[in-house]
């Protein structure tokens, strides 16, 4: 049974940052890619970011692009998203996904999902 835990989410001041954690079990990750994704309210759930779990440099969003960073610990099996100068408009859940082989933008095309971590950015 494949299980993504996301954590780290929280309240934080605009300009501040905070780094989610996706952990994951249950199978041998090392030909999937994650993926972050994120979900306002009222709105459609979004790509936030990937990277493949053997390999090669992460791509992100250009919404966040410059601010955010993803890295993994093979060990760990964990992969992170380090989130930098966070602003309102980066308020969502944040949810960590996996797919086979490649990173994707489209939420559909994933197959496991996290419950989801709260993140949320005061003015």
């Known amino acids: 049974q494949v299980q993504l835990v996301e954590s780290g989410g929280g309240l934080v001041q605009a300009g501040g940052s905070l780094r989610l954690s996706c952990a994951a079990s249950?199978?041998?990750?090392?030909?999937?890619?994650i993926g972050w994704f994120r979900q306002a309210p009222g709105e459609e759930r979004e790509f936030v970011g990937g990277i493949r779990w053997n390999g090669g440099t992460a791509t992100y969003a250009d919404s966040v692009k410059g601010r955010f960073t993803m890295s993994r610990d093979n060990l760990k099996n964990t992969v992170y998203l380090q989130m930098n100068s966070l602003g309102p408009e980066d308020t969502a859940v944040y949810y960590c996904a996996a797919r086979g082989h490649t990173v994707v933008v489209r939420p559909i095309a994933y197959d496991y999902w996290g419950q989801g971590t709260q993140v949320t950015v005061s003015s």
């Open positions: 249950g199978r041998t990750f090392s030909n999937y890619a």
